[in-house]
């Protein structure tokens, strides 16, 4: 602890003195010190650093606290990880919905699988548009068809719901299955071995069908658990889609859209 003497004080106010003489309260001052400045007329302060510390203290821990309040108040969780679990107030660039607001990486199989059923949709669409012209009218109608169809897989799978389509261009799940094995039976041709020279319409038919595959290969690898398909009813209705556009090929082939 400092000491503040007489002698200290004599030496320090040789050449001036003040109305009042400023000490910390952790300073000993000795009685003959105290003596010199009230003969002197000099008022004594004591500086309370203890309070003001105190003080210093408390008012940093007031404006911390106010910083934590205005930091929670600003960080609203949105998203949440659909592989941890944990929050996140923004949606990073890397990162999209699987359902409601749970996040994933854009290359998770299920994003993957929805990426190849929004492409086969554009497919489609450009198929009818390359058809337009050709007033083939009952087959855009069919591709209508298949295009809803293709809408209501991805609801079904977004929604996580059960997917329930009885009927496809008219035909069950059987007879899309029985028709396109056996063309011959149903609509007087072989089947169908693609080539250039088949023309453009089949051609672009085959490409769609091609899609369809892909997009299976696509669901498997997005539902699959070891050995079994977690979502098996879009896994099928996408079989019986490549089916139904290898029939209309064949129906095509056999003049039935005239």
């Not at 000099?42 to 606290?65: A, Q």
Request: hydrophobic share 35%.
């Amino acid at each position: 602890m400092k000491v503040l003497t007489e002698e200290t004080l004599r030496l320090e106010l040789k050449n001036r003195l003040p109305k009042s003489y400023v000490i910390d309260s952790n300073i000993l001052i000795t009685p003959s010190a105290r003596q010199f400045l009230r003969d002197k007329n000099i008022e004594l302060i004591i500086k309370d650093v203890v309070k003001e510390d105190k003080k210093e203290d408390s008012s940093k821990k007031k404006d911390e606290d106010k910083k934590l309040k205005v930091n929670f108040r600003k960080i609203v969780p949105r998203y949440v990880s659909y592989y941890s679990g944990g929050v996140l107030e923004n949606k990073p660039e890397h990162m999209t919905q699987i359902h409601g607001n749970k996040l994933v990486f854009k290359d998770d199989p299920r994003i993957i699988f929805r990426g190849k059923l929004d492409s086969l949709q554009s497919k489609i669409m450009e198929v009818q548009t390359l058809i337009a012209s050709k007033n083939i009218t009952k087959l855009i109608d069919e591709l209508d068809e298949v295009l809803n169809y293709t809408r209501e897989i991805l609801k079904a799978e977004v929604l996580e719901e059960e997917l329930s389509i009885e009927k496809l261009i008219g035909l069950s799940e059987e007879q899309l299955r029985e028709m396109s094995h056996h063309p011959k039976k149903h609509f007087g041709i072989d089947h169908i071995l693609p080539n250039y020279q088949m023309g453009d319409v089949l051609i672009y038919l085959n490409s769609l069908r091609s899609s369809v595959r892909e997009v299976e290969i696509a669901a498997i690898k997005a539902f699959r658990r070891d050995f079994e398909i977690n979502r098996i009813d879009i896994v099928r209705a996408l079989n019986r889609l490549s089916s139904c556009i290898y029939i209309m090929m064949c129906k095509y082939n056999a003049g039935l859209y005239k």
